[in-house]
């Protein structure tokens, strides 16, 4: 009995890696988990990947998003069945509220988080920064400058890219009638999550990134740590 063909190997090893990452996978991760340097040959080997995937009609599908990457994911069909088998929340409600102001910012002064957010969340901002979502860059006036990162954008399952990432975030308050951030003023936001809210945005928001994004199989319960570069 012969073993699997060359092309067959491949796929298994292409299907192997996106599952075990747990996260979409750039063009340069493909290519060494494929043994080529040929950008063509690895997108035609995710094209047919996804189409075996898909002929299964299973669970999964194979998805490849605006920036290139490439993801394992569930397909969403299954979103609202798999909530209540989802890991916890990465963060509580008091980070998600400076992590979102950060997204929505960035890149921000840390001196103007500390002014809209309160003193309280410097602890929070060295979490944040050793778990790997955002990035602080030293400034020449002995401050920092925040962004976030490539692994909060695959956790919440935003662009690696700030811009868009904001323009996603907008999308998602418009659709939740949250209007406030977009009233011209950083002062604004913390009406957003003030007691009481007309627009109920504190829950909402919470809701949304409480949860992982990215629909991948595994989720992402484990963080990297803090990295060495912004978003990209």
């Given at each position: 009995?012969?073993?699997?063909?060359?092309?067959?190997?491949?796929?298994?090893?292409?299907?192997?890696?996106?599952?075990?990452?747990?996260?979409?996978?750039?063009?340069?991760?493909?290519?060494?988990?494929?043994?080529?340097?040929?950008?063509?040959?690895?997108?035609?080997?995710?094209?047919?990947?996804?189409?075996?995937?898909?002929?299964?009609?299973?669970?999964?599908?194979?998805?490849?998003?605006?920036?290139?990457?490439v993801s394992?994911?569930?397909?969403?069909?299954?979103?609202?069945m798999?909530?209540?088998?989802?890991?916890?929340?990465?963060?509580?409600a008091?980070?998600?509220?400076?992590?979102?102001?950060?997204?929505?910012?960035?890149?921000?002064?840390?001196?103007q988080?500390?002014?809209d957010?309160g003193?309280?969340?410097?602890?929070?901002?060295?979490?944040?920064?050793?778990?790997?979502?955002?990035?602080?860059?030293?400034?020449?006036?002995?401050?920092?400058?925040?962004?976030?990162?490539?692994?909060?954008?695959?956790?919440?399952?935003?662009?690696?890219?700030?811009?868009k990432?904001?323009?996603?975030?907008?999308?998602?308050?418009?659709?939740?009638?949250?209007?406030?951030?977009?009233?011209?003023?950083?002062?604004?936001?913390?009406?957003?999550?003030?007691?009481?809210?007309?627009?109920?945005?504190?829950?909402?928001?919470e809701?949304?990134?409480?949860?992982?994004?990215?629909g991948?199989?595994?989720?992402l319960?484990?963080?990297?740590?803090?990295?060495?570069?912004?978003?990209?």
């Open positions: 009995m012969s073993g699997p063909s060359s092309l067959d190997a491949r796929l298994c090893s292409l299907e192997a890696a996106l599952y075990s990452a747990g996260r979409p996978l750039g063009l340069e991760d493909l290519k060494s988990v494929l043994g080529s340097t040929s950008e063509r040959r690895v997108t035609k080997l995710v094209g047919q990947l996804a189409g075996r995937i898909a002929r299964r009609g299973g669970a999964l599908e194979v998805a490849t998003h605006d920036d290139g990457r394992l994911q569930l397909r969403e069909s299954f979103d609202d798999v909530k209540q088998f989802s890991h916890r929340p990465l963060l509580s008091g980070p998600l509220r400076t992590l979102s102001y950060i997204a929505f910012h960035q890149p921000v002064d840390q001196r988080v500390i002014a957010r003193a309280h969340v410097y602890g929070s901002l060295r979490m944040m920064e050793n778990m790997g979502l955002i990035h602080r860059e030293r400034t020449e006036d002995r401050s920092f400058v925040i962004t976030t990162t490539a692994f909060f954008g695959d956790y919440f399952g935003f662009s690696h890219s700030p811009d990432s904001k323009l996603e975030l907008k999308r998602i308050f418009r659709e939740l009638k949250i209007h406030k951030l977009e009233n011209g003023g950083l002062n604004g936001f913390e009406d957003l999550f003030a007691e009481g809210d007309e627009a109920g945005g504190l829950e909402d928001v809701s949304f990134l409480a949860d992982s994004g990215d991948l199989p595994e989720g319960p484990e963080y990297p740590g803090a990295p060495h570069e912004g978003s990209k």
